[in-house]
C-alpha cells in the first residue's frame, strides 16, 4: 500500500516535471509547426546558464530567470537565423534542429565539462515534508506539482483570455490567414518562440534541481518530451498534461513493481498512441 | 569524366600511401593510448590521459634506450566505437603497445580483438568486468588494475563485523558492472550470516530513482547503493530528500573523486559511508604523499586529489615502461620477450605492490575507506584497512569460485 | 548516353574492385568494408525516403535485430546456452528476423505520416535498445556478445581483409541493383505513386497500406544484410550498437549524401567514416561531434539532397523542389 501510494506519487510530481519541460514543445509546434529537436539542448542551456546565475548571485530564484533568458535567446536566435527559412518544411526542420542539437551538446561539454552539477535549493523547499502512510515526501517535488498546476492555469489564462492568445490560436488553426488579416507573423512567431524557450529554460532550472545537470541530460528530456506532447497531442496544452501524467505514472510504476522493462513502457505508449490515434490523444491535422 | 575518377583514386591512394608512410617509425616505440573522452565520461577520460602523460614525462618519453610515441585515441563507452579505435589505433597509426580501454563492456572487446593481434600487446586501462581476464584470457592483454569484484574486498566483512549490519538491501545499476560489485561485496557479507533481503535492480538510463529508494524495506539495517557518476548523485540526492534514515554502504564508483568533487547538498549524506577501492585517499605513506603531490603539482586544473582511472591508466603505464627497460625497447617481431618481462613485473605504487596471476590479472591491495571531510570542506576516502594482495579470486579457491559462475541479478543469493 | 553510363559504372566498379590492392589494410577494413556495410544500412533508410517517402529511424534497430539473431546462433565467447547453428543456417535465420522485423515495424509505422512516421519509428528503436539492454538470458543484456566466431568460407577466414572486402562489396552491389531493379518494377513504380499522391493511389485501387509494408519489409531485408555483416566486423554485438547514438549515425550518413538516390547512401557512409576515422587527427580527440554536427548542418541547410545534390548542382544539372526528398532521374 505504502509502495503504491509513493510510487503514484512519484509519478504524478514527475509528470508535472515532464509537463513543464514539454509545455515549450507543445507550444511552438501547435502555433508554428516547428518541430524543434533542439528542445532538450535549450533544457541543458537554461540549466548550466542559471546554473552560473545562481553561483554568481547565491540566489537560486535568480537562477530561474536566468535560464528562462538565456534559453529564450538561444531559440530565438535559432529561429531568426536558421529555422524560419525552412518554414513548412517539416522533416528539414527535424534534421536542422538535430544538426544544432549535436553541436550545442558538444560545445556545452567542452564549456561546462563533463561533471554533474547540482542546485543548491532555498532550504524551505529541500529536504522532506512529514506526511500520512508514507512518513516523509520530498518537499521539491511536492513544489514541482504547485509549478506545473501553476504554469498550466498561466498558460490556459493567457490562450483564452489574452489577445496574444487569441492570436495563436488562430495560428495553430490557420496560419495563411492568420497573415492574411494583417498580423505580423515574424513577430508573432518570435514572441512564441521566445516564450516556449522560455518555458523550456526555466525546465531546465526546475528539473536539474530535482534531479541534476549533466551532459546526457538534453536527449533524455527530448525523447520524454516528443513522448508526452505525441501521446497528448502536438499543440495541445491539456493534452500535454495528459501525455504527461500518463508517462509520469508507467514509468514510477513500473520501476517500482517491474523494473527490468520499465523502461520501455513510456515508448510502447507512444508507438501505441500513435498507431490508434495518429495525431496523439488531442491533437488535431493540421 | 574518366579521367577525374581515376584522378580521385591515385588522390586515394596516395593518402593512404602517406598516411601508412608517416606510420613507419624511426627509433621510436609507439604506444596507444585509449580512453573515454566522448560524452558524459569526459572527466574520467581526462583523468586516463593525464596518468600516462605524467608517466611520459616522469619517463622523460624514453624507454629501453628509444623514444617513445603517444598516439591518443578517443572512444565513448560503447565496445564497437572502441574496437573501430583500436584496430585504428594498431592498424592504421602502428601502436606497439595499447593502453587501454577504459569501461567494462569496451574491454571485454578489446580483448577479443587483442586474439586476432597476437604479435601486439594490450594492456587494460581501468576496465574491470571480470571475465575479461578470469573468463577466456588472452595471452597478450593484461590487466595491471583489480577488477570490479575485487575492489570490494574488505567491505562485507567490515559491514558485518564493525558496522553490525545483519539485513542490507541492495540498489545497483542493473548490468555486468553492478552484478560483479554485488558479488564482491556479498561474497564476505553472506560468508559471514549476513542477509541481503532485497536486491532492487535500476536500469541504466534511469534518472529519477525515488520508485526504487520506495521499495527499500524498512526491515533494512543499510542499503548499500552501486550506481556511477551522475546517476549516484541523483541518487544520493534524492535518498536524502525522500526523508529514508537508513546508512549507506557505497560501492566504487559511488565515492570516487569525480563524485565527491561534484557540489551540492548531497554530500552530507555521503560523510561516514563506508566502501572499498583500489584507491583511497591520505594514505600515511611517504609513496602515497608524493604520488598526489606530483598530482596537484602537475595538474593544478585536475580533481581534489588523483582519482581511480588515473591510478589504473598510471599503473598500466609503467609497468609497461618498465618492461620496456628491460628488453631495451624490443617490442619487435612477436614481441614474446617483452610480453614475457611484462608478465613478470611488480610494481611498488602508491597504493602498495601490484603483481600479476597466470591470467595476467593483478594482485592488488584494496583499501576499505569511510567518506570524511577534510578541513576546506572537500570530501575525501579515509583509508580504515588495507586488505594486502587480494587476487581475482578473492582468495577463494579458484574452481569453487568460477564454479558459481559469472555474477547476474540472482547470483549470488542470501536472502 | 546509356553507353556512356555503364561504361562509367563499370569502370567505377573495377576501381572498387581495385580498391584494396592498392591501400594497407587498414583501409580496405575500417575504411573502405565499413564504409559499405554501414552504407547497405544507410541504404535502407534512403530507399523509404527516396521511393516511398517514409523516413524511418528504426533501420539500425532492424539491422541489430538481424545481428543479434546471427550472434545467437553463433559460436561466441559465451556459447553453450543456444544450439549453434552451422553459419549458412545462422544467416538465413538472422535474415528472416530482419525482414520479419521491417515488416512488423511496418505495420505500426505506417499508420502515422511524416514526422510522425519519424516518431514512432524512433520509439520503436528505442524499445528495441531497452529491450537488448535489460534482457539478460537471450541477449546478454550491457556487454551483448563478443568473440562471435566470423565463418570461414574455402578454407579462408572472414577475417582475411580481402575477403571481407570482397563479401561486403558483393553484397553493396546486390542490393544496389534490387533498389534499382525494384524502383523500375511495377512495385516501385507503385510505391512512388503512393509517395507523390496516396489518395489518387487508393483510387486507381491499389493498397497503399500493403504496399507501404512491403517497401518496408524490402528495407528491413536490406537493413538485415548490413546486420550481418556489422555483426562479422565487430566479433560482436552489443546494446550500444542500436542505441541514440547508432541510430542517429545512419541518419547522419544517409542525409549527408543525399536522401535522393541510392548512391548518397553509400557517399554519405564513406563521407562519415572518414570524418569518424580521421577527425581525431584534425580537431583532436575531443570536439568530434561538433565537426560532424556542423558538417551536417551545412549539408542539410545548403543542399536538400546532400552530397549528390551538391554535386549535381555544381555539374549545372536542375535539382528537384526545395523539399527533402528529390524525384530521383535514372
Known sequence: MKLLLLATMNGVTLAALYFIVASGFTLIFGMMRVVNLAHGSLYLIGAYIGYDVASVTGYWFLALFGGAIGAALVGVAMQYFVLDRYQGQDLRQALVTIGLSLIAADLLLARYGGMTYQFEVPEFLYGSVPMPIVGGYPTFRLALIVFAIALYVGLWLLVQRTRFGIIIRAGVDDRQMLGAVGINLTRVSTLVFALGSALVGVAGVVGSSALSIAPGEDARYLLSSLVVVIVGGMGSIPGAAIGALLVGLAEQIGLAYFPTYSVVISFVIMVAVLAWRPYGLLGRPA | MINRRLGRLALVAGVATAFSMSAFAQNTVRIGGLATLDGPFVVLGQEAFRAMELAFEEANYTAGGRKIEWIKESSDGRPDVALTKARKLIEQDKVDILIGPMSGGEGLAVKEYAKQVPNKTFVNGFSAAQETTLVSPAPNFFRFSTDGAQWQAGLGTYAYDVKGYRNVAVVSGDYSFGYTQVLGFMSEFCAKGGKVIEKIWVPNGTKDFSSSIARIPAKADAVYVMLGGADAVNFLTQYDQSGATQPLIAGSNVVDQTVLSAKGPFQRRLVGTPSAHMVADEIDTQAYRDYVAQYKKRFPNGLSSPSAPYYGYYVATKAVLAALNQVGGDVGGDQAKFRQALANVKLDTAYGPVRLDENRQAIANIYVTEVARRADGSLYNRPLKVIPNVNQTLGQPKDAFVARGVPSRDNPSCP | ?330
Open chain 3, 1 to 330: 548516353m546509356q553507353a556512356q553510363r555503364w561504361i562509367v559504372s563499370t569502370l567505377f566498379l573495377a576501381a572498387l574492385g581495385a580498391y584494396p590492392h592498392f591501400v594497407p589494410d587498414f583501409w580496405i577494413v575500417s575504411v573502405g568494408a565499413y564504409a559499405i556495410v554501414l552504407g547497405i544500412i544507410a541504404l535502407s533508410l534512403t530507399f523509404l525516403a527516396a521511393y516511398g517517402g517514409m523516413i524511418s529511424l528504426a533501420q539500425m534497430a532492424i539491422a541489430g535485430a538481424a545481428g543479434y539473431a546471427l550472434a545467437i546462433f553463433s559460436l561466441h565467447s559465451a556459447s553453450g546456452e543456444v544450439a549453434v547453428l552451422p553459419w549458412p543456417w545462422a544467416v538465413a535465420v538472422a535474415m528472416i528476423v530482419g525482414t520479419g522485423a521491417g515488416l512488423l515495424i511496418g505495420i505500426v509505422a505506417v499508420r502515422s505520416q511524416g514526422i510522425y512516421m519519424l516518431m514512432s519509428t524512433l520509439a520503436i528503436a528505442m524499445i528495441l535498445f531497452y529491450l537488448a539492454q535489460q534482457n539478460t538470458t537471450l541477449l546478454h543484456g550491457f556487454d551483448g556478445f563478443r568473440g562471435v566466431a566470423v565463418p570461414s568460407v574455402g578454407g579462408k577466414s572472414l577475417r582475411d581483409p580481402m575477403l571481407f572486402y570482397y563479401l561486403c562489396l558483393a553484397c553493396g552491389v546486390l542490393v544496389y541493383g534490387l533498389v534499382i531493379y525494384l524502383v523500375h518494377a511495377p512495385f516501385g513504380l507503385v510505391i512512388q505513386g503512393v509517395r507523390d499522391d496516396p489518395r489518387r493511389m487508393a483510387s486507381l485501387g491499389y493498397r497503399v497500406a500493403w504496399h507501404q509494408v512491403a517497401a518496408y519489409g524490402v528495407a528491413g531485408f536490406i537493413a538485415a544484410v548490413g546486420g550481418v555483416l556489422a555483426l562479422w566486423y565487430h566479433g560482436g554485438i552489443s546494446p550500444g550498437s542500436i542505441g541514440m547514438t547508432a541510430t542517429v549515425s545512419v541518419l547522419i550518413a544517409a542525409v549527408i549524401g543525399g536522401l535522393g538516390h541510392p548512391r548518397g547512401a553509400f557517399i554519405g557512409a564513406l563521407t562519415y567514416v572518414l570524418i569518424q576515422t580521421f577527425a581525431v587527427d584534425l580537431v583532436g580527440n575531443e570536439r568530434f561531434n561538433t565537426l560532424i554536427g556542423l558538417v551536417f548542418l551545412v549539408i542539410v541547410m545548403m543542399s536538400p539532397d546532400g552530397l549528390t545534390g551538391l554535386w549535381r548542382r555544381i555539374r549545372g544539372d536542375q535539382t528537384g523542389s526545395g523539399g527533402v526528398v528529390v524525384t530521383p532521374r535514372q
